[in-house]
C-alpha cells in the first residue's frame, strides 16, 4: 500500500458530515491536506492535525472560478498534489412527478459539474504525480434508483459515477486512479430527517472515512473502481 507521508490531499466539503470525517482520518494518517469549504471559517482547523499539514482554501462548487483558483493555490502552498476527495453534495427532493427545477440544477452543479471542474483543474497535477488518486464519494444512489421520488439526486450521482470512470480511462497511462465510494445511508446532516428501517442501520461518517483512506492507498498495480457500501439489506421492489 501506498504510504501517506507527505501526499498532498485535497477535500471539498470538510467542514462538516463526511468531509470532516475524511479530514480527521487522513489528517491522523499523516496526509498532508488541502481542505476545501464555502466558508472555511467553518473548518475548525485543530481537529485535522498539525498547523503546517493543513491549508484550507474557500471552495464553492457553484462558483466556476472555484476549482481552478483553490487547485492553483494548494500546488503554490504545497508545491505538489496527489490526490483529491470529491465529497462536497448536496440533496433535495425532486421526483419523476414533483421537484423545483432550481433544486435539480443546484444539485447538478455541485454534485457533477463542480466535480468535472476540479477533475479537470486537478489532472495536470496528479499526472505529475505518477500515483494520483481521485475518490468521489458518490452513493448507492448513483447506481440505482431506490424511489421515483429520488430521481434528480440520482441522475445527479450517476453522473458522478460517470466522470469517475473518465476520470479512470483518461488518467490510467499516467498513473491515476479513481475510485467512487458509494454509501448507503450515513449518520449525517444530510439524512438527519431520514429514520433507517426498523431493525437496520446507518454507517457511521468514520467508517466511510476509512474506506476513502483505503482506496487513497491502494497501489497502482490494485485499482478498484468501485466500492459500494451497504447499510442495509436491500430488496427488490
Ligand atoms: N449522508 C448520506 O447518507 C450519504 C450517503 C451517500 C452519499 N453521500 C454523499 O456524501 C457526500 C457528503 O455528504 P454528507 O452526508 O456529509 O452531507 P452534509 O453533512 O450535508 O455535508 C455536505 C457538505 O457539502 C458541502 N456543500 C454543499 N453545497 C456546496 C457547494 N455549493 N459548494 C461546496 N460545498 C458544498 C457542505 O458545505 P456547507 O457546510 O457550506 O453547506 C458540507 O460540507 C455528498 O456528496 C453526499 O451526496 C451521503
Redesign the pocket.
Known amino acids: 500500500m501506498l504510504k501517506p507521508d507527505g501526499r498532498v490531499i485535497m477535500i ?9 470525517a475524511i479530514a480527521i482520518e487522513l489528517g491522523r494518517l499523516g496526509y498532508r491536506l488541502s481542505l ?4 472555511p471559517d ?1 473548518l475548525d482547523n485543530d481537529a485535522f492535525g498539525e498547523e503546517e499539514d493543513v491549508f484550507t482554501h474557500a ?4 462558483r466556476v472560478e472555484d476549482a481552478q483558483n483553490w487547485v492553483q493555490a494548494t500546488l503554490d502552498h504545497y508545491g505538489q498534489l496527489d490526490g483529491v476527495v470529491m ?5 433535495y427532493p425532486v421526483g419523476l412527478m414533483e421537484g423545483a427545477e432550481e433544486a435539480l440544477d ?1 444539485m447538478w ?3 457533477f459539474k ?1 466535480p468535472l471542474r476540479l477533475a479537470r483543474a486537478a489532472m495536470p497535477a496528479l499526472k505529475a504525480s505518477g500515483q494520483g488518486r481521485v475518490v468521489n ?5 448513483g447506481k440505482r434508483v431506490l424511489r421515483p421520488e429520488s430521481l434528480g ?1 440520482s441522475a445527479s ?1 450517476f453522473a458522478a459515477l460517470a466522470l469517475t470512470h473518465a476520470i479512470r480511462q483518461q488518467g490510467w497511462d499516467d498513473g491515476i486512479r479513481a475510485c467512487a465510494v ?10 438527519s430527517g431520514v429514520d433507517a428501517p426498523a431493525g437496520q442501520f ?2 457511521t ?1 468514520g467508517t ?1 472515512a476509512a474506506t476513502v483512506a483505503y482506496a487513497l492507498a491502494l497501489p497502482n498495480e490494485a485499482s478498484v473502481a468501485e466500492i459500494l457500501v451497504n447499510s442495509r439489506l436491500e430488496l427488490p421492489m
Open positions: 471539498s466539503g470538510a467542514n462538516r458530515g463526511i468531509g470532516r476545501g469549504a464555502r466558508d467553518t471552495y464553492d462548487a457553484t465529497n462536497a453534495g448536496v440533496l443546484v452543479n455541485v454534485n463542480g464519494v458518490v452513493s448507492l444512489a439526486y450521482k458509494c454509501p448507503g445511508l450515513v449518520t449525517t446532516d444530510m439524512t446507518k454507517i461518517a466511510i
